[in-house]
């Protein structure tokens, strides 16, 4: 039988659920709702439904309307922003930055933040991104103050093309309002900011664990930035929920310009579907651990730093993952394991490793039999230095807390140690040790990885690499992004628009 069209339905509001009720989703599967969700289930709720899962998401009424408040008051903040000037946004910045660097103003930030910390912690909580110390402060200060004076690229002639009679060019410009879905990071506040640059709005929502420090930083240091600078208010907005069903009303809001979702990977692949069932353009910024193959050619002084400076501190670029050749495993293998040992004495602690089940050998048997007190977010436990691991694991990140934590494996080649990163790496960043020129250029060809280097992996940060506040690093998790680099900022986030002027009044096709 051919296709065939149906005559649109009465739309019926949804005002309770039955169980046993059966749920198209995706066009080709069906869920049932089970008793549980027909009793949370309330008049003004929604549902929505993930076609690559089959799953449902249930969104109480009440954060839709946390959602949509802000919202509301973004999309009108966009309508004020066309009027205001490059100088008005320079004194935002600065104002902002200068509330946070100001101890009298900073310090309820800094309590609500303690507040935060502490509960988190007795929840068993990774505290890892959430602690907003001297070295995060600074950072948010420097990229606010990064913003004031850089001027916009709105109104930026991209393309001139002249023809007879009449000139076209495209013109960048502001693109509307920006979700941003993030998790523990306080400092995504100061980074989300910079759209502002080129006039766009933008909505917040933070993870519940940090939504304490959130608010103190709208209240003390946003708001009154937006105000001291003439801004309207909702140009820079918070969802004030704590529940993750708040993310999901924000990001299924057709109002939005561009959703972007930072976080852990699996929240982030949940947020970027509800986002694109919505038809929000979206920008997923999630799990990382960065991936570094070791050539049989590979310098071991080379080797040895890039491994120790690779483990600094747990964030999305930190070396996650390690592939050396087997052909010089035995000279390489111990200086990647006296590396991971430095990171871990910088730290005042023990280094965790797991190997490959099949390279369990590659590894002194005393690691596997060794004790040591490892620090989780639960707090101090003694677990064994090595453990094997199954190579259907070897997309596992390590969110580790002080303790260094890696995993090691054994390749054949370089061909071999790309096909593996393709399979299980969260495809970030690529790091590539060899002396060998040709290898460098055949795994640069064949690694699907947006940032690729051949030395430590914490260069991939946009303030530290390319001079610019950084909004997210995107993965091709979802695919290669069309027509701009993974590294997002907040002057790329802008439209072309498309202008004529006509010098022939005659002009006629």
Partial sequence: MGSRSVRPMDAIPLTELTPGTRLVVGGDRVVTVDEALADAFRPGDALLTLPDEGAVLHVPAEDRRAAA??????????????????????????????????DDSFAPIAAANDDDVAAARQRGRSTTRLVLDDRMRAGMIDGLR???????????????????????????????????VFEGRPNVFADACGVLRTGNAVVFRIGSDALGTARAIV?????????????????????????????WALFSDPRLALAVARGSGTAVHQLSAVAQQAGNAVSAHGTGGAWMLVSASADTDRLRASVRHSLDRKVCNTLN????????????????????????????????????????????????????????????????????????????EWEWEASPELTLLLIDDLDEGVALYNRYSPRFVLSVLSEVAEEHERVW?????????????????????????????????????????????????????????????????
């Fill in 321 to 396: 993952t390690v592939a050396v050749d087997r052909a010089r495993a035995d000279v390489l293998v111990p200086v990647v394991l006296a590396a991971l040992e430095e990171a871990a004495t910088a730290h005042g602690t023990h280094a965790k490793l797991h190997v490959l089940e099949r390279d369990r050998h590659a590894v002194d048997p005393g690691w596997y039999d060794e004790r040591v007190p490892i620090t989780r977010a639960e707090g101090e436990v003694r677990e064994p230095r090595a453990e094997v691991l199954r190579e259907s694991a070897l997309g596992q």
């Fill in 69 to 102: 408040r802000a919202v509301d008051a973004a999309a009108a903040a966009f309508d004020a922003l066309s009027g205001v000037s490059e100088v008005q946004l320079d004194a935002f910045y600065t104002t902002f930055a200068d509330r946070l660097a100001d």
């Fill in 219 to 247: 209240t003390h240091a946003l708001a009154p930035a937006l105000v001291a600078a003439g801004l309207p208010t909702g140009a820079a907005s918070l969802v004030d929920a704590p529940s993750h069903a708040a993310g």
């Fill in 146 to 180: 990064g913003w004031a004076g850089t001027g916009s690229v709105r109104g930026r002639v991209v393309r001139t093309i002249e023809h007879e009679g009449w000139t076209l060019e495209e013109v960048s410009d502001r693109l509307g309002v920006v979700a941003f």
């Fill in 445 to 509: 060809a064949a690694a699907e990885a947006p940032y690729v280097g051949d030395g430590f992996t914490r260069w991939v940060d946009g303030q530290y690499a390319l001079d610019t506040p950084e909004l997210g690093l995107s993965n091709w998790e979802r695919g290669r992004l069309l027509g701009r680099s993974g590294i997002l900022s907040g002057d790329a986030i802008v439209t072309v628009r498309t202008r004529v002027r006509q010098h022939d009044p005659d002009l006629r096709r």
